[in-house]
């Protein structure tokens, strides 16, 4: 079993739609918890850090779920500069390391 | 500015012709990582410094080498390239005292291409 589970896609969305990710993670002792964005053969970037309350950043809404393992990502009114694709990061312990799930690819049309 | 750069951003190989991957930073972070990306996976980590200690990863191949002379700079080694290491390559950096979230700085890659 991977250590960072996430649906590849890709989503099609049109403009304006809100769409939703979803990730599992295996290493119930994991720490922190990020979004990543990765456009077309660029590194990633980081989107935004996941915490336990949840968080919002704009049109972004990241929610964690440590008694099911289970990260989200909410994304409302999708612009087409959001087509890209969102990474589900996990750090195991205190390692500082970052364990990437496989990505899912967001395409957002006209 | 650049914060994390990566030379070159493509390098071609023959297979079985060492090549070397170069990252510096100018952020004077005190860890530095190198991951494995191939095409439609996820990045996968190789190996990483905290300071002067090297930290491989149980699954890096032997054919994957790292040095680190100082803290800006870090170079990755592939002693024999084969046609599977032809992925993208990315260095990423971390403060390394601010605790667990701190962020991960990327480099914008370099791509290896293997013939």
């Known amino acids: 079993r991977k250590e960072v589970e996430q649906d590849p896609g890709p989503f099609n969305v049109p403009e304006g739609a809100t769409v939703a990710f979803n990730c599992t993670y295996s290493?119930?002792?994991?720490?922190?918890f990020f979004w990543y964005r990765q456009d077309c053969r660029k590194e990633p970037k980081l989107l935004m850090s996941v915490y336990s309350s949840g968080n919002e950043d704009g049109r972004f809404t990241a929610q964690l779920n440590r008694a099911s393992q289970y990260i989200s990502l909410l994304i409302r009114d999708s612009k087409l500069s959001d087509s890209a694709t969102y990474l589900c990061v996990v750090t195991p312990s205190n390692t500082g390391k970052l364990i990437f799930g496989q990505g899912t690819t967001l395409q957002v049309k006209p | 500015d650049a914060m994390v750069i990566q030379n070159p951003r493509y390098q071609v190989t023959q297979f079985g012709k060492p090549v070397t991957l170069s990252c510096s930073q100018t952020l004077n972070h005190n860890v530095m990582y190198w991951y494995q990306q191939k095409s439609s996976q996820a990045p996968k980590l190789l190996f990483h410094y905290y300071d002067k200690d090297f930290n491989n990863e149980a699954d890096t191949p032997d054919n994957f080498q790292s040095r680190r002379p100082n803290t800006s700079f870090c170079f990755l080694d592939i002693r024999s390239p084969g046609l599977g290491d032809a992925a993208m390559y990315l260095c990423a950096t971390r403060h390394g005292t601010g605790g667990r979230q701190e962020t991960q700085y990327f480099g914008p890659g370099t791509r290896l291409l293997v013939l």
């Open positions: 290493n119930s002792a994991s720490q922190s």
